[in-house]
């Protein structure tokens, strides 16, 4: 479910599981997990690319296995989602993403911590957590109102629409807009002129933009797990699932902490 490729010192990890819109279930979060503490490790691998396979980029947690999890009935995780944020936060390199389709819940957060984001014209954007009763992940609630400002950071983890590619670069949320044929080409075209540079000035250079940051970013994910704890499994939070399972809207009116 995860491809890696090499290309000089640029690694680019793809999200290939295309029939469910590269949602992630623990397979990927455990792979994507292993692949970026391989390439933190790795002393040819000077940038890494992060993008999906298709038409999406990733459709977030897979709201099926997000159930089973939910009432103890998932599968063994070795890092799960809460291994791949602390490593994602804690990854030494220079980390860009080539936003190649439809970003939803995990899929538009990620874009917070990493350093460089490229996205397709036909990108779109979609934080649905208020849809679905719980709290926001992967620290945006941190990340977001420091890159978007707070307003646009509310709309976006609050209101659970989507966000056009155009919106996202207006708000700060995209670095490049690219036409769709043309995304892969500019991302690594960027990724490789970073990659020109010593590996050890890349990393003390994204330390010292990052160190500030680091205490916050964990704090905020710490935060985000203990919310996400509290809704979870509320009527509203049941609500939404049903709904989901249902294919309908959901309806939190006169729901209790709806």
Known sequence: MIDIVDDGRVRT??????????????EMWDGTTEAFLAAADDPGVAVVVLTGSEDSFSAGQDLIEMAQLATGNGPEQKHGFAGLCR??????????LAVNGLGLGFGTTILGLSDLVFASTNARFKCPFTALGVAPELSSSMTFPRLLGRQNASWVLMSSEWISAERAKEMGLVFELCEPDDLMDQ???????????PISSLIETKATIVEPMRDAMLAAHDRENAAFATLMGTPANIEAMTAFAEKREPNFDGIEGG
């Not at 490593?87 to 860009?96: A, E, H, Q």
């Not at 991302?187 to 540079?197: F, G, V």
């Open 13 to 26: 990890i793809t999200f290939q599981r295309p029939e469910a819109k590269n949602a992630m279930n623990t």
């Open 87 to 96: 490593t994602l936060i804690d990854f030494p390199k220079p980390l860009i």
């Open 187 to 197: 991302t690594m075209a960027t990724a490789r002129t970073l990659a020109t540079k």
